[in-house]
DNA sequence: GGACTTGTGTGGTTAGACCACACTCTATGC
DNA sequence: GCATAGAGTGTGGTCTAACCACACAAGTCC
């Protein structure tokens, strides 16, 4: 159509361009969480580029937990704006984790030190602890084994949550998705899993008992632990020094 | 060609199927970091899909700092595995912050978390802090504020990677890229530059010299204060509460 | 021997076509 | 009158075939 006319000499590729029309809408507030961006044959007139190229932007964007595309018409069609960083990060981190350049220890260690932070910072009456505390209820309601590692992540996530901090409870989650894999792998080689759920259960117990307190501090060792001491009994996070850059 | 005899059932998207083969590559060795992925339209040919299919593969692990595609023959050409989730995941944020799902408030307040537990952590001899000492002397030289604060950059994530958590400098570099922008563009609306520059300096020899004397605690503390008094006074950060979920 | 031309392989971009899907409208039959 | 089957419409998903710009390598001319 137009061969280059305008991104030649900025050296900017053609789906970056489309990139950057859209950012500008979401700072601009023209696009909001919700909303729908335009038809993909559209926006591709709209900004004389291909559709190719539109496409290329938009599976960036739906990479980075921003929009998700839906077929067919009506309400989930179309290409809308979400915010789910939580998932797209995690994705990213696991690949990296791949390549072996981003130890899993080193994640290991990274969520003990957010979430325990979460939980010394965190106000005793924030309204997650209580959504924490039916969690234990149902945990203890739940025999298998899937059913209670599912409760456990909605319970750590409540945890980060109860900070208040948006980034930090979206870290933690991209982090536990991360190596998720892994542990999941790992849990059915555990030598006990009955005594292993019921000492997680009391150190949960425990932990929300320090929030109720008050005493912030207590809660935060007990997390550490708590967190550590799985990945230990689980295998995981014992990569050795040398293996690292 | 073969028109959905796979992923219809697995309603698993083309591009889809790409990514996993290539992640499984990644996982199995096959790929390290520094080599290069077979060309488009080979891989294409290999993997029974459209060459367009591949393309959106690749964006995506472009976007996650996975590869970096280019174009001509030779040393820097093809798309080669790289390792690089700083800058991706900074540009991920960056997003998120433009549709205000992510306050800035809680990207400061996450970068002193993580910067702070860094230099608490690490050892007062991790060869990192003498290259920090190093970038402060040239700080000390640099009058032009882009200089000041392109040695700025460098000097923290200098004290974010002595800690030797890959992952703690990775986010911390990510916070960092995501905001710089707001920080820039506020940085010429300080009062007195040149004052500010002065305390900074300060700040920075302050941290330094807790490190070596081997006070993690203290070296925490003035770098919490350092973080929050130069962003509190380029004036963001302030965020109220009510603009939160 | 040096400068030029050609060849080759890479990603970048485009146009146009078709598919599967989900909804909406409209005729059809009772 | 109303319920249902069918056509219509708009969405993203995929494919093909072609061309461009680039960077290097090898041959070619002077």
Redesign the interface.
Known sequence: MWSNHINYYLSMRT?ELVLGWI?KQ??DGHL??GGRLPAERALAEQLEVSR?SV??AI????????VRAGVGSGKDAGTV?I?E?AM??G???R??V??Q???VA??V??RV??ES?AVSRAKADAPEFGEAARLLDEMDASSAVDDFLALDVAFHLALAEAA?????S??MGS?REAIEGYAAALTANLPDWESTARRLRSEHRAILEAVNDGDGGRAATLVAAHIEGYYREAGLGQAPAEA??
């Open positions: 789906h950012e979401l700072s909001v969480l190719t496409r290329e599976r960036i964007l739906e990479a980075m937990g921003l704006v915010a960083p797209a990060l994705a990213a981190l690949l990296h791949a390549t350049h981003l130890p080193d994640i260690e990274t030190l957010l932070w208040g901090n948006a980034v930090v979206t870290i982090l690292r850059p």
